[in-house]
């Protein structure tokens, strides 16, 4: 069993340092999204760099490198709060990337222009004999989300990594007015290939 | 904590109602059926009040077979339950309006595997919502997100307990009797009312709003135990009105809160909301101290023309430009009502354990504020509290 663990360590430890050379290409994101920490749901989503360029920097030790990208991010996501409303929200972002060799993390400042259908539960019947709940009316509406969002994360292998995201968005409405919203990501990037 | 801090409180958590409403589906129902049960219970039991907690117990021991008997002090059943027909294309509700938890609580209130009935219900999470204050309207509609309840789509609490309790409780019901003194120093239980009437039971359950209790309009013998007159005296129960306005042109948001979002005191609502009518209807709920400045104005026209003049100014004069008619309930200068509900301002479960202790195992209380399971101050609540006492009263 120590063997098994102290492989696994080293195992960790050895893509770490492997990934420190360069960043991979095409991720697929997957994370636990939330608005307002309450209303849970998922995201899933990818990100192509548009324009990439590095810069090195003499460390005490080492050279290290900043890989600096302009980004676009297409996600799909969901959240929900169970009897009440569902959203589907179509998100694209447009970003600026910048990844740090040395500590292996990354950050990135976006703005989103998101698509977000709603579907809200109006009206409902209670069926007095066991409580259930049926006929459920529901409205469908969309709405445009623009946002802000800052992400960080770090890398833990060549192909992963993990991050966290903070959302700030407005949704318009034409006839219920403007509202904010906040969103949450916390996931896991997979990326296809790597860079050789 | 304060009073003001409490409520403050309060009204948080009012506000992250759909998050407790989701988590408390699972664990807010009663501890079992009272289904099936056999009672052997062959005393008499008073109930003090036809309103929530009232009607339920007297439901509750029709299903047993027990002998009882309901004192209402009013002319009317419902207690802080009240419909107002007639004023717009849908029945309005006076008191208690909104259904503050999971709705299957309507089930469980009638505990009846047999209903079939189905009660229709809309979702209470206004998506328009802004906040006067200062002299400036601020819109708040993120509120939206998060502030969900529930309301009956074409009836009203009054009209559920009309249909769904009172037919097997009406012939019990003893109107008019205001209860001026409970004596359980001997075997019987003797009640007296204000005209004089004698009735005595074996049992006796008091429902009356705590307000009654506090103000010593039912005089006790012996008297109530110190700790219990302490707990009663340290419950807040402030002032509240109720107003509803017609207009001709819809010119309001879904809600409209005076001065402070958090608590919430003074609030203007669309009390048509998703009610599939037509009727353009304004509620205004107010309660504590914006309450009282309501009520000592003195009359309905006062209080209605008060309430305009606010929402002229918001609205730049068009409450009075599309005003109809307007209706007051002002809860605080019914006799037998006397106020709002219950606002705990001290150690929650110990002041209830102490309110629902029954005196000599002949005198037990329910209502609003006496529900140890913890929705107090709400009509599902008292409707809860009733089932708790029930149970302990009979030892089921």
């Known amino acids: 069993m120590k063997n098994l663990l102290l492989f696994a360590v080293l195992s960790l430890i050895g893509t770490a340092l492997q990934a420190q050379e360069r960043p991979a290409k095409y991720p697929i994101s997957l994370s636990y999204f939330s608005h307002a920490v309450i209303h849970p749901g998922m995201k899933v989503g990818t990100q192509v760099d548009f324009k990439q360029w590095a810069t090195e920097k003499e460390?005490?030790?080492?050279?290290?490198?900043?890989?600096?990208?302009?980004?676009?991010?297409?996600?799909?996501?969901?959240?929900?709060?169970?009897?009440?409303?569902?959203?589907?929200?179509?998100?694209?972002?447009?970003?600026?990337?910048?990844?740090?060799?040395?500590?292996?993390?990354?950050?990135?400042?976006?703005?989103?222009?998101?698509?977000?259908?709603?579907?809200?539960?109006?009206?409902?019947?209670?069926?007095?004999?066991?409580?259930?709940?049926?006929?459920?009316?529901?409205?469908?509406?969309?709405?445009?989300?623009?946002?802000?969002?800052?992400?960080?994360?770090?890398?833990?292998?060549?192909?992963?990594?993990w991050f966290s995201k903070l959302s700030y968005g407005v949704q318009l409405s034409s006839n219920r007015g403007a509202s904010s919203m906040a969103f949450a990501d916390l996931g896991i990037r997979y990326y296809l290939t790597t860079n050789k | 904590?304060?009073?003001?801090?409490?409520?403050?409180?309060?009204?948080?958590?009012?506000?992250?109602?759909?998050?407790?409403?989701?988590?408390?589906?699972?664990?807010?129902?009663?501890?079992?059926?009272?289904?099936?049960?056999?009672?052997?219970?062959?005393?008499?039991?008073?109930?003090?009040?036809?309103?929530?907690?009232?009607?339920?117990?007297?439901?509750?021991?029709?299903?047993?077979?027990?002998?009882?008997?309901?004192?209402?002090?009013?002319?009317?059943?419902?207690?802080?339950?009240?419909?107002?027909?007639?004023?717009?294309?849908?029945?309005?509700?006076?008191?208690?309006?909104?259904?503050?938890?999971?709705?299957?609580?309507?089930?469980?209130?009638?505990?009846?595997?047999?209903?079939?009935?189905?009660?229709?219900?809309?979702?209470?999470?206004?998506?328009?919502?802004?906040?006067?204050?200062?002299?400036?309207?601020?819109?708040?509609?993120?509120?939206?997100?998060?502030?969900?309840?529930?309301?009956?789509?074409?009836?009203?609490?009054?009209?559920?307990?009309?249909?769904?309790?009172?037919?097997?409780?009406?012939?019990?019901?003893?109107?008019?009797?205001?209860?001026?003194?409970?004596?359980?120093?001997?075997?019987?239980?003797?009640?007296?009312?204000?005209?004089?009437?004698t009735y005595e039971a074996d049992k006796v359950l008091v429902t009356v709003p705590v307000s009654i209790l506090k103000n010593s309009d039912i005089t006790f013998e012996p008297a109530l135990p110190t700790e219990k007159v302490e707990a009663l005296d340290s419950i807040y129960f402030p002032p509240i009105l109720k107003a509803f306005f017609e207009f001709s042109e819809r010119f309001y948001p879904d809600l409209l809160v005076m001065d402070d979002l958090l608590t919430r005191n003074e609030m203007f609502y669309d009390a048509?909301?998703?009610?599939?009518?037509?009727?353009?209807?304004?509620?205004?709920?107010?309660?504590?101290?914006?309450?009282?400045?309501?009520?000592?104005?003195?009359?309905?026209?006062?209080?209605?023309?008060?309430?305009?003049?606010?929402?002229?100014?918001?609205?730049?004069?068009?409450?009075?430009?599309f005003y109809v008619k307007g209706a007051v309930q002002n809860w605080t200068t019914e006799p037998f009502i006397q106020g709002s509900y219950s606002h705990f301002e001290e150690n929650i479960s110990n002041t209830i354990r102490t309110l629902i202790e029954p005196l000599n195992d002949k005198v037990y209380f329910a209502g609003e504020a006496m529900n140890l399971n913890g929705d107090t101050s709400t009509v599902h609540g008292a409707s809860e509290s009733a089932y708790l006492m029930i149970r302990r009263m009979l030892q089921l």
């Not at chain 1, 009440?84 to 929200?89: P, V």
């Not at chain 2, 039991?45 to 007297?58: D, F, K, N």
């Not at chain 2, 205004?284 to 009282?292: N, R, S, Y």
């Not at chain 2, 009359?299 to 004069?317: H, N, P, R």
């Open chain 1, 59 to 161: 460390g005490k030790k080492a050279t290290f490198t900043k890989t600096k990208s302009l980004f676009v991010s297409p996600q799909i996501g969901f959240f929900y709060l169970p009897g009440h409303r569902t959203n589907f929200l179509f998100n694209a972002e447009v970003g600026y990337n910048r990844w740090k060799s040395k500590r292996n993390t990354f950050s990135a400042w976006s703005i989103g222009l998101g698509y977000l259908l709603q579907s809200q539960v109006n009206t409902l019947s209670v069926n007095l004999g066991d409580g259930s709940i049926g006929n459920e009316n529901r409205e469908w509406g969309s709405y445009f989300l623009p946002s802000l969002n800052y992400a960080f994360g770090r890398r833990i292998s060549r192909r992963l990594d």
């Open chain 2, 272 to 321: 048509a909301f998703r009610k599939e009518a037509k009727s353009h209807v304004l509620g205004l709920f107010v309660i504590d101290d914006p309450a009282q400045t309501y009520v000592d104005l003195g009359t309905d026209q006062a209080i209605i023309q008060s309430a305009l003049a606010k929402l002229d100014e918001v609205f730049d004069g068009k409450a009075s430009q």
């Open chain 2, 1 to 197: 904590m304060t009073r003001k801090e409490f409520l403050r409180t309060l009204a948080t958590l009012g506000i992250a109602a759909p998050l407790v409403t989701t988590l408390a589906a699972s664990c807010n129902e009663k501890d079992e059926t009272l289904q099936g049960l056999d009672v052997d219970y062959k005393g008499k039991v008073l109930i003090i009040g036809a309103g929530a907690a009232g009607m339920t117990a007297g439901y509750l021991l029709n299903r047993f077979g027990v002998d009882f008997q309901i004192i209402e002090a009013s002319a009317v059943f419902g207690g802080r339950i009240k419909r107002l027909d007639g004023f717009a294309d849908f029945p309005i509700d006076l008191g208690g309006e909104w259904i503050h938890t999971d709705p299957a609580v309507l089930s469980r209130m009638l505990d009846d595997s047999a209903q079939q009935a189905k009660v229709d219900l809309v979702t209470y999470n206004p998506q328009t919502v802004s906040v006067w204050r200062n002299g400036k309207l601020r819109k708040r509609n993120i509120t939206r997100h998060f502030y969900s309840e529930y309301k009956f789509k074409s009836t009203t609490w009054y009209g559920f307990f009309e249909r769904f309790i009172v037919p097997s409780i009406q012939d019990r019901i003893i109107y008019n009797s205001p209860v001026r003194s409970i004596d359980y120093s001997s075997d019987r239980v003797v009640v007296k009312d204000r005209n004089d009437n």
